[in-house]
């Protein structure tokens, strides 16, 4: 797999981890998430925040030299 497919499915991880609860009595979803440096090394920290906005994540604050942290903005 190329490093350009990476975010996409990491994000897309994310996503099923927040759309649904770990346990269905519980109803905890993930809101927020980090995305280490290793998943988007060769793409840039900006990519995998534009292919997270487009799935409905929101930035938080960050150092992109290490990790893209990410909030779930459709749980609020």
Do not use: I
Not at 15 to 28: G, Q, S, V
Not at 33 to 57: F, I, K, N
């Amino acid at each position: 797999m190329g490093d350009d497919l990476r975010p996409e499915k990491v994000v897309g991880e994310w996503n099923a981890k927040a759309a649904n609860p770990r346990d269905p009595k519980k109803f905890r979803r993930v809101m927020e998430c980090e995305t280490p440096m290793h998943d988007y090394r060769g793409v840039g920290g900006s990519y995998v925040a534009q292919v997270a906005l487009a799935q409905g994540w929101e930035l938080r604050p960050t150092d992109m030299r290490k990790e893209v942290r990410l909030w779930w903005s459709a749980a609020s």
